[in-house]
């Protein structure tokens, strides 16, 4: 094997994992926005670790029975500052699969699908054309 095949391999392997990821992130988020419930959340927190230049904010809302739930959205550097109200939809079965509900946040998975796709059919396109 050479290098060469090393990388094309390994370029699409990661485009189908984000492929992968971002059909699976965009199901749940459709799931959410059909049969979730819709409340209002709070930015509580910052999270920023040593590895990523943005921080991701902590947001919590309070479920049907009462209960204070907080989640992360997959999503980092949002530019939600603390104390930020924001929408949140999520399944009453599932509450910390909350997704805060705005048309940036629900537009998420697809730009996820669309870059996987780009990535997976330019590696493709690549191999086939340098065949």
């Known amino acids: 094997m050479t290098g060469e095949t090393i990388g094309i391999g390994l370029a699409v392997l990661a485009g ?45 809302f309070t479920d049907r029975q009462g209960r204070p739930i907080r989640f992360r959205p997959p999503m980092t550097g949002t530019g939600l500052a603390l104390g930020t109200h924001v929408p949140v939809a999520y399944l009453p079965e599932r509450p910390k699969s909350a997704r805060v509900f705005t048309r940036k946040y629900r537009l998420y998975p697809i730009v996820g699908l ?16 340098t065949r």
């Open 114 to 129: 669309f870059f996987g796709a780009m990535l997976w059919l330019g590696v493709a396109a690549g191999c086939v054309l």
């Open 16 to 60: 189908l994992v984000s492929l992968w990821a971002g059909a699976q992130e965009a199901r749940l988020q459709m799931r959410v926005n059909r049969h979730g419930l819709h409340t209002e959340g709070v930015v509580v927190d910052q999270e920023h670790t040593s590895a990523d230049d943005y921080s991701k904010p902590v947001i919590e």
